[in-house]
């Protein structure tokens, strides 16, 4: 088999596999206090998982899909055509996030984001971006990874020569809340937690592994050599849970 080309996300893989970002997800909705009526920003959207469950809080509001990816979009407008007079869809960078980029909806009453943040590479830019368009004492209710997170996931991979999975940012929850509040959030409230995640069965653990941890350190192999590869460390795995850590973010935009 020929390599294949860098692998971007695939949006119906992920939506079948995204149990644990669907849960986590849900988490997070509980702190957004709404009326109903507001626009909120999702922030990496995703398949639209989580963008479903907020949109029956806003019965009377909007909700702004955003990604960089439009195979994740793809799959958010099929799952969301139900509710396609009440969302909108931007593929964009949110490193390069501006209330342009939203055209006329910013800014909005609050921004949420679930398992994105640490697949960003600069977190002041973004806490920054955020900032610009939310309103005066805007809600941001966010969650990613920590630092540990998969730790021991990732000394298992190394074992088998995986010496990167891309870009991540697994910061700390002091120097979370010092980025907040340099780009002028108040009422800032961040927290860690661990979040060791079962999976039942082999092949659902490898789906997970290949679509979501190792995507981009398979990306230049061939899909059997890729299979291979997360054969070989959920065979390693002394059981099938990841040992996530998960970075918890309350906030509101300072006036």
Known sequence: MSARPPRQWDGASYDRVADPQAR??????????????ETVLDCGCGSGRVSEQLLTRLPNGRVIALDDSRSMLDEARRRLAWAADRVSFVEADALALTPATLGGAAPVDAVFSSATFHLIAHHPRLFANLAGVLSAGGQLAAQCGAEGNITRLLAIA?????????TREYATAEVTRARLEEAGFVDVRVWTNEEPTRFDGDERLMDFLEAVC????????TEDEGRQLVRSVAG?????VIDYVRLNIVARRGA
């Open 158 to 166: 190394r074992r088998f020569g995986v010496k990167s999975i891309g």
């Open 24 to 37: 986590w997800g849900a988490a997070v909705l509980e702190r957004l206090e709404l009326r109903g009526d």
């Open 214 to 221: 190792f995507r981009e350190a398979i990306a230049a192999m």
């Open 236 to 240: 390693a795995m002394p059981d099938p």
